[in-house]
């Protein structure tokens, strides 16, 4: 059974680079069909899907986060990796890490709060 599991700083200062990781056990990122995402919750708020790379590599983005979304994976160690810049307290939330197939979710992590904060 696939798992996913984030990881990365809890606090995060405005204008900086938000990094985290997912290490996925039990299954391969570049296993066919599959897309690997990026979604977050802020406080109050409903799910807000980030991105996703795709199991040939490529990668999409949310338009409103475009600007500033960076995904990339490292194919040796089966993880992938959000990069989110310039963020500002609005960026505030939990981050989840998940595995899509055919349009719905099908795996994700416990999630990890990260919190924009001088």
Request: proline share 5%.
């Amino acid at each position: 059974q696939v798992r996913l599991q984030e990881s990365g700083p809890g606090l995060v200062k405005p204008s900086q680079t938000l990094s985290l990781t997912c290490t996925v056990s039990g299954g391969s990122i570049t296993t066919n069909y599959y897309y690997w995402s990026w979604i977050r919750q802020p406080p109050g708020k409903g799910l807000e899907w980030i991105g996703h790379i795709a199991d040939g590599g490529i990668t999409y983005y949310s338009p409103a986060l475009k600007s500033r979304t960076s995904i990339s994976r490292d194919t040796s160690k089966n993880q992938f990796t959000l990069q989110l810049s310039s963020v500002t307290p609005e960026d505030t939330a939990v981050y989840y890490c998940a595995r899509v197939l055919h349009y719905a979710l099908d795996a994700w992590g416990q999630g990890t709060q990260v919190t924009v904060s001088s």
